[in-house]
């Protein structure tokens, strides 16, 4: 079977909008991944695109996937109704996120693109393209907002200690309220990063914020193993209250494991993109994320029950030092992904507004330049003044959670549909 020649939906012109398949923006690149346009690669013979080893795949699949997220796994498994439901809720989805991902790169080699959101447009058309697109826009909003409210979480932790105040006082300085330290955080830090047109120098970041994330998931585990006196758990129920609970701990993974976006990106990249062998990067990556996601999530509902905050971390004492360098290298962490959430999320509104336009995407430098200032400032400052009146994280991972799922199970669900009733169509008038 000559699968992987075959083209689904090829023909851009029945997409209207534009009859120029150059005219469609290179999006969601991994950051990490440097790569050429696959018919150059073709013509000249080059694997300058395609070096990523398989080892280097499964490690760049679990830094997609680790993230500010596992803070709400231990608010998970109390959703859910315990260790047991939660587990068994994290097991059974990852048959379905792993398929997703499988599913994914079968149909990225099958329509021959290199993006998620290209593959969705060339496999299931034009309106289930645009619908992807705009998913992905909103995901990513979502996500720069509650990586806002991470930042403001964690630094009224450390900013109580360093000015010696206590949880409970009314009257604070007023450079230490929420709303201005979120702020000055943000304008100094996060738009800076967010303006430069690429983002490939975020790549060197990208390692801090996983050893980082193992650190969280080390010290919730070494704080419930030996915990500090003034820690007292609540309840902690063994069995789920009805089915619908445990549903509703479904957003928090979904959020958690969602790395759909940019596996597609990873697959192109590898030496070998076989599906057999992005099946076994992909497995082993999710077992990875599993045990990080499991570590964190038990230890951290066992330490505190039913009384456990959305954000873990924030059910620990402000003055323990250990806490205090978790809550540092989760600001770090967010600080590094905001740009690139946000970048993606620029990049789709971008190749939405040209497409709509009929314009080419280097059509005028300046002019890009403009539109880019003016999109990235607004976008900061919509997600920097919801942050500041949505302080609950658990309300904004509820949302995005469930747009998480759409990448996880309905858009690749789709591409395998209509990639199998292609093959089918090219077969009957073979017969």
Known sequence: MAQTSMVINSDYGDWSWSSDAGERARLLQS??????????????????????????????????????????????????????????LQIGMLVFII???????????????RTYQEVVWAVCGKLTGVLCEVTIAVYTFGTCIAFLIIIGDQQDKIIA??????????????YTDRKFTISLTAFLFILPLSIPREIGFQKYASSL??????YVTAIIVIKYIWPDKEMSPGDIPTRPT?????????????????????????????????????GGVV?????????????????????????????VLLSYPSNDVLVAIARVFIIISVLTSYPILHFCGRAVLEGLWLRYKGQMVEEDVARERRRRVLQTVTWFL????????????????SIIGGLAACFIFVFPGLCLIQAKLSEIEEVKPSR
Not at 209 to 214: A, C, H, K, P, R
Not at 284 to 304: D, H, Q
């Open 382 to 397: 919509l997600t920097l003044l919801l942050a500041l009146f949505i302080p609950d994280i658990g309300k904004v991972i």
């Open 161 to 174: 200690v360093l000015v010696k105040e206590s949880e409970e006082a009314v009257n604070t300085p007023w």
């Open 283 to 311: 497995t082993a990556a999710m077992v990875i994320a599993l045990c990080v996601y499991m570590g964190t999530g038990i230890c951290g509902f066992l330490t505190f029950g039913v009384s456990v905050n959305p954000d």
């Open 209 to 214: 914020s996983v050893l980082g994330t193992w």
């Open 99 to 113: 398929s997703g991902l499988v599913i994914l790169a079968y149909c990225s080699q099958a329509s021959n693109e």
């Open 31 to 88: 950051p990490i991944v440097d790569g050429v346009p696959k018919g150059e690669e073709e013509e000249s013979g080059a694997t300058n695109g395609a070096t990523t080893s398989t080892l280097g795949a499964v490690f760049i699949v679990v830094n997609a996937c680790l993230g500010a997220g596992l803070l709400n796994f231990p608010a998970a498994f109390s959703t859910a109704g315990g260790v047991a439901a939660g587990v068994s």
């Open 242 to 278: 009805s089915w619908m609970a445990v549903f509703n701990a479904m957003p928090t993974i979904c959020f958690g494991f969602q790395c759909h976006v940019s596996s597609v990106p990873v697959f192109n990249s590898m030496r070998q993109p076989k599906v057999q062998t992005w």
